[in-house]
């Protein structure tokens, strides 16, 4: 079975160096490279069956790439909690962009972002003129847009950084599935297989979240005013993306309602919009529902009236 190796790229901060942890699957040298990027509390095995579709579907010339954003998973903490936010993410993405191309040249990427790994592929690729070391050729947006309702903010602001320790992975794996309940059905295996990452085994025994609680800072900063104000820069991002897009919704989500989804297949990249059935916010691309239009979108489809890199990020 396919295993990522986890690599590490030194990043800096106003607060000083940090470095951010990815895990990268497939030919290391493939010119291909598709980066998939975990939601605010998550980490990048949270791909682990996307990454292994894509890369059987390729035939195994292909570069995925998973990051842990810093502060998660295996990537440092931040000195100062006040940077976690969209332009410290999007500033280490870049580096780790560089990176890759630096250790074989990248004819193009693809992005996979689900809620916030979206919105820093939406900085990334809705920024002008960002020295890329190549295009973003397609971009999936996976239950995010400009418009985040403030309820769902409020909800992920009454656990995040809250977690404890918990005395088994079973116990761990329980209390996130209390919290995540719009993640919709899984199988006890799968399930087990989404939070055995998400935790980290303690000294004295025992398993702790894997994150920096101070990740919570920031949202728990928030003003509703301020996150209305932001609509509009966000807006403007994803108006400049020239990447075909891809917006996959759970019908049931409280953070991307479905007006604002069908907005955004009426301006800026016009992305083509599929719902998901019976999940909310976020679908975790773990079933062939989720996962087989990804493949199909990223890997099988031809592109209508445009040669490779025409629509650079």
């Known amino acids: 079975m396919t295993e990522p190796r986890l690599h590490h790229v030194n990043c800096q901060s106003a607060a000083g160096p940090h470095r951010m942890a990815y895990w990268l699957w497939g030919d290391a040298q493939a010119p291909q490279v598709v980066v998939c990027v975990h939601g605010l509390s998550r980490q990048g095995r949270d791909f682990d069956v996307l990454a292994r579709r894509l890369v059987d579907a390729a035939g195994g010339t292909l570069r995925v790439a998973c990051p842990d954003v810093v502060g998660r998973g295996h990537s440092d903490w931040l000195r100062d909690p006040s940077l976690y936010q969209l332009p410290t993410y999007a500033s280490d993405m870049l580096v780790l962009l560089t990176a890759l191309d630096a250790a074989a040249p990248v004819a193009w990427f693809d992005w996979v972002g689900t809620s916030m790994g979206g919105l820093i592929g939406m900085a990334v690729c809705g920024t002008p003129h960002l020295p890329l070391p190549a295009p973003v050729r397609r971009l999936v947006l996976n239950d995010v847009g400009p418009v ?31 919290i995540s309940v719009g993640f919709g059905p899984h199988s006890r295996e799968q399930w087990l297989a989404l939070s055995q990452p998400m935790v980290r085994a303690l000294p004295e025994g025992g398993f702790a979240l894997h994150y920096d609680p101070a990740i919570a800072q920031p949202l728990r900063a928030l003003r509703q005013e301020d996150a209305a104000q932001g609509e509009a820069a966000l807006w403007a991002l994803y108006d400049q993306i020239r990447a075909e897009t891809l917006l996959l919704r759970g019908t049931e989500s409280d953070l991307l309602s479905h007006e604002t989804a069908l907005a955004m297949t009426q301006r800026g990249p016009r992305a083509r919009l599929i719902e998901i059935p019976g999940v909310g916010h976020a679908p975790t691309l773990v079933t062939p529902q989720q996962v087989n239009p990804l493949v199909d979108f990223l890997l099988h489809e031809e592109r209508k009236h445009e040669k490779p890199g025409e629509r650079g990020g």
């Open 148 to 178: 985040i309702q403030w309820q769902a903010l409020q909800r992920i602001g009454s656990y995040l950084g809250q977690g404890g320790r918990y005395d088994t992975l079973q116990h761990a794996a329980d209390a996130m599935a209390a």
